[in-house]
């Protein structure tokens, strides 16, 4: 190829907004000995390409207010540049784009970041094809003149339209590339928006529908026997189905063997249930069957026991027998009105009242349900107001030593309980309604916690103007016991109320002691170090085991109420009686008998040996003032 260099340096132009691109670029062209210029913006580059044409444009495309398009757009329609090569400057990577620059007069493209060798060879490149032109117009000039300077302008343009050519199969080539790119994009963005909503709708352990995909087949279900001419006779029927027990079994062989325990129970209840039903996993070790219905007796009672014997027979599973029982909570939609989330809301009231029965129990919804849901949400929020403004009130029971004289009982202590008066007309809401409640949603801490204050407070005030101290028995919760820094909490309570600990009685019930961890009984023998003493309440109502007794950081046994009521009337329980008493003695721990009513009662226990009495034979439960007149009167 002819090189055509001027003895005069090529003039230059550098168009970009970027200050270092420029000195980079202006640095290396004039260590070349280019003539450069530079414009910071496009207004300014086509006012001085205007006034003083230079051999060569360098045009970013990138800049702000006129583009690097629009500068090339203007220059190329004005005859006076419109000859000018401009080589573009981009970051940019779409062939789009460089096809555009192409199409506005570009003739060539330099890519950030720089390679000077590359950048020197195409500006060479372009100036040489700039001169070529200048040549051709000589020479296209001299053509009539001389067929040498006519032919070697003819293969320099077949030339140049060899490499034009050439440049068009090469993008063509690298569209047909991002074209097929495109395409498989596409298609992984669909098999993606599949995989999202197959996750979306079913459960990723066992393969099941998930909740969302249940109710909408709730609804759909729904819709269908309303329009249906069978709406009388058919019926939607939610099964909610929850393993007990699954999460002890899961803890113990491990979270991985759990989920294949999972999915052989899933594979069960599909095996087991009608074709047409619709299994859902709603979380956990619970699950959910949809179906329709047409004798409602006949259908229910066969589709619960084919599932509950069938996921009876025991799971083979490393090398052990696994046992699950299915608690079940059952509802039939009256499909005027029905709601599929009213129909979900229903089954797990109807499976909240399965599971207060035995492992195992069935329960089919009623409506009475929902209602008592809605009285115990609301009174939930009554019983959290009435902690937080301190609106209950702390009642006292004595409790008195007993002797064979029925005339001779002496006030020894008092069981502090709780009682709530929602308002000063309202009636006593019953302990054992609130005192559940509050278990249930987390109030109990803080319940017990109030209660062993204000108890403590009241204690010191009785035995700092009494003669003889009074011990005092308080109910403390599990939550209590396990709570951070429990020990502390109490003790700091004990210091603030100015109580002596060995005035306090703290009751737990035996099934907390039948469950509690290792933790709890520390905490507790802390505190009998510190004087307190602790007493197994309800005794005999759990799974009571007599030699677990010497084991347990213990010093009163509280014997239940049903002893005592049954003992003048079963030889049964009065021998269970003597026996209780007789271990209590051997191990040197007091006892107290609960729900005295007869002087008889008082009699035979003081005779047995049975060191404290409580009970209506000596008392209700009062509040303080009444509590306070006991103790001055000491009158029974």
């Known amino acids: 190829m002819i090189q055509v260099r001027s003895p005069i340096p090529a003039k230059i132009l550098i168009v970009d907004d970027l200050p270092d691109n420029l000195r980079l670029l202006s640095k290396t062209l004039k260590q070349e000995g280019f003539d450069v210029r530079s414009a910071i913006n496009g ?129 063509t080539q690298q569209l047909e590339t991002a074209n097929q790119q495109l395409q498989r994009e596409m298609q992984e963005r669909q098999h993606t928006q599949e995989q999202l909503l197959y996750m979306a709708q079913y459960d990723s352990l066992t393969g099941l529908a998930n909740r969302t995909l249940l109710l909408k087949h709730l609804e759909t279900t729904l819709q269908m026997i309303q329009q249906s001419s069978q709406s009388e006779t058919v019926q939607c029927l939610l099964v909610l189905v929850d393993c007990d027990r699954f999460k002890s079994i899961s803890n113990t062989l491990g979270h991985h063997q759990g989920d294949r325990l999972l999915r052989e129970i899933a594979k069960r209840i599909t095996a087991t249930v009608p074709t047409h039903s619709l299994v859902a996993r709603l979380g956990g070790d619970e699950f959910a069957i949809a179906l329709t219905i047409t004798t409602v007796n006949d259908s229910t009672d066969t589709i619960v026991n084919n599932l509950q014997r069938q996921l009876a027979v025991p799971i083979r599973f490393n090398n052990l027998n696994i046992n699950i029982n299915a608690t079940i909570g059952m509802v039939l939609a009256d499909t005027e009105g029905a709601n599929a989330e009213y129909l979900l809301r229903d089954a797990e009231l109807a499976m909240v009242q399965a599971k207060k029965q035995q492992q195992g129990s069935c329960q089919l919804f009623k409506p009475e349900m929902h209602q008592q849901a809605l009285y115990e949400l609301e009174l939930e929020g009554q019983l959290r107001q009435a902690i937080e403004q301190q609106q209950l009130q702390v009642y006292y029971q004595p409790i008195v030593a007993l002797s064979p004289d029925p005339t001779d009982s002496t006030i020894v202590g008092y069981e502090a309980l709780a009682r709530w008066q929602p308002a000063l007309d309202a009636d006593f809401i019953p302990p054992s309604v609130f005192i559940p409640l509050a278990e249930k949603t987390g109030l109990i801490e803080a319940l017990g916690d109030w209660v062993l204050a204000t108890a403590c407070q009241q204690i010191t005030q009785w035995n700092q103007q009494g003669k003889r101290p009074l011990f005092l028995s308080i109910n403390v919760s599990i939550d209590q016991l396990t709570c951070p820094d429990c020990l502390n909490k109490i003790l700091a309570v004990f210091q603030h109320t100015q109580v002596n600990p060995s005035w306090i009685k703290l009751e737990v019930t035996e099934s907390i002691f039948m469950k509690t961890p290792q933790p709890v009984l520390d905490t507790l023998t802390s505190l009998r170090k510190q004087g307190v003493k602790v007493s197994i309440d309800d005794f005999g109502t759990g799974y009571s085991s007599l030699s677990y007794l010497k084991h347990l950081p213990i010093d009163t046994v509280k014997i239940d109420r049903t ?22 003695q051997a191990l040197q ?48």
């Open 589 to 636: 721990l007091e006892t107290i008998a609960e729900g005295i009513e007869t002087c008889d009662q008082a009699q035979t226990l003081a005779n047995l040996g049975c060191v404290y009495g409580q009970g209506y034979r000596f008392g209700k439960p009062v509040d303080s003032q009444k509590a306070a007149t006991f103790i001055q009167t000491q009158a029974i």
């Open 563 to 584: 002893f005592i009521q049954d003992m003048e009337s079963s030889r049964d329980s009065l021998n269970i009686l003597q026996a209780i008493l007789n271990l209590t």
């Open 43 to 171: 207004p300014l580059a086509i006012m001085g390409a205007e006034t003083d044409p230079p051999d060569l444009i360098l045009l970013d495309i990138t800049m702000p207010e006129m583009d690097g398009f629009e500068v090339c757009h203007r220059l190329k329609t004005n005859l006076k540049t419109a000859d000018i090569p401009i080589v573009f400057i981009t970051a940019l990577g779409e062939v789009t784009d460089k096809v555009k620059g192409l199409e506005l007069g570009g003739a060539d493209y330099i890519t950030k970041p720089f390679h000077l060798p590359e950048v020197l060879a195409r500006v060479n490149l372009q100036l040489e094809l700039h001169g070529l032109k200048d040549q051709l117009k000589q020479q296209n000039q001299q053509l009539q003149a001389t067929l040498l300077a006519q032919r070697k302008v003819e293969e320099q343009i077949r030339q140049l339209n060899q490499e034009l050519e050439q440049r068009v199969v090469d993008r």
